[in-house]
C-alpha cells in the first residue's frame, strides 16, 4: 500500500521564506495544501483544508503562539510544529505547554525538516537534545514551566500501571515505539495503546508534554 501523502499548512509572515520552504517540502513528496502570511486567518484556514501537520513561526504581528492556543482550542487533533528563528526558552517552553508537537529553529537542515515531518506523522518523535537539555534545566530550577506540572491532574504517577511506567521511561528516553516494543516484547501498536493512556491520564497533550513530564518527575536521567 502506498504511503500517504503528508499534508501541510505553513503559517509565516516573511513570503519570500513560504515560497522556499514550498518548494523545498514539494519537491519531497509533501503536499502543501495552504501557505497563509497572516497568524489572523490561520485558523480559517487550517479549518478549510485540514491538514496533518501546521508549520508555524511565532514572531509575526498576530503572535504564533497565540495561533497555536487557537487551532489546539477548536482542533486539537492537528500536529502543530514551530518553526522559527526564536531561541528563547520561554517561548520553546510556552509552546509545548499550548500544545506544540515539536519546536524546530529555521537553520534546520532541509533534510532534518523532511525527516522529521514524515516521523512526526508516524508518531516518532525525537526530542532535540537542546530541547531536553532546556526542559531539563526549567524543571530542576523550579523556572515558569513547573506550573505546568503543578496543574491538576499532572502531578502523580499513580494512576499508571507498572508496564505504563516502563513505557513511559524508555519513551521520554528517546527510544522509538518500535525500539520499545522489541525492547518489552511487545509490539508497535500496543505501545501506542500505552502511550494514548498514559497521555489521557495525566492529562496532557503530546509526547513533548510526556518528556517534560517524565524529566520533572526523575524517571530520566540529565541528558
Known amino acids: 500500500m502506498p504511503n500517504k501523502t503528508l ?3 505553513l503559517v509565516d509572515d516573511h513570503e519570500l521564506f513560504l515560497e522556499g520552504l514550498q518548494y523545498l517540502l514539494k519537491i519531497n513528496g509533501i503536499d502543501v495544501v495552504c501557505a497563509v502570511t497572516d497568524g489572523a486567518k490561520a485558523l480559517m484556514q487550517a479549518r478549510r483544508t485540514n491538514p496533518d501537520i501546521i508549520l508555524l513561526d511565532i514572531k509575526m504581528p498576530c503572535s504564533g503562539l497565540d495561533v497555536l492556543r487557537q487551532i489546539k482550542a477548536v482542533m486539537p487533533e492537528i500536529k502543530v510544529v514551530m518553526l522559527t528563528t526564536s531561541d528563547d526558552d520561554e517561548d ?3 509552546a509545548i505547554k499550548c500544545g506544540a508537537s515539536g519546536y524546530l529553529l529555521k537553520n534546520t537542515s532541509a533534510k532534518e525538516l523532511v525527516e522529521m515531518l514524515r516521523e512526526l506523522e508516524k508518531g516518532e518523535i525525537p526530542l532535540s537534545p537542546k530541547l531536553a537539555t532546556i526542559l531539563y534545566r526549567e524543571f530542576r530550577c523550579g523556572g515558569t514551566a513547573e506550573a ?10 499513580e494512576g499508571l500501571t507498572k508496564r505504563q511506567l516502563e513505557v513511559l521511561e524508555m519513551v521520554a528516553e528517546g527510544k ?3 525500539a520499545v516494543g522489541r525492547a ?13 493512556r498514559i497521555i ?3 492529562h496532557l497533550e503530546n509526547r513533548a508534554q510526556v518528556i517534560a513530564y517524565a ?3 526523575g524517571l530520566i536521567e540529565k541528558p
Open 200 to 202: 489521557e491520564q495525566l
Open 215 to 217: 524529566v520533572q518527575m
Open 176 to 178: 522509538t515505539y518500535k
Open 92 to 94: 520553546l517552553l510556552t
Open 148 to 157: 505546568f506540572l503543578q496543574e491538576p491532574g499532572n502531578s502523580g504517577l
Open 184 to 196: 518489552l516484547g511487545l509490539t508497535e501498536r500496543t505501545i501506542k495503546y500505552h502511550m494514548g
Open 7 to 9: 499534508k501541510v499548512m
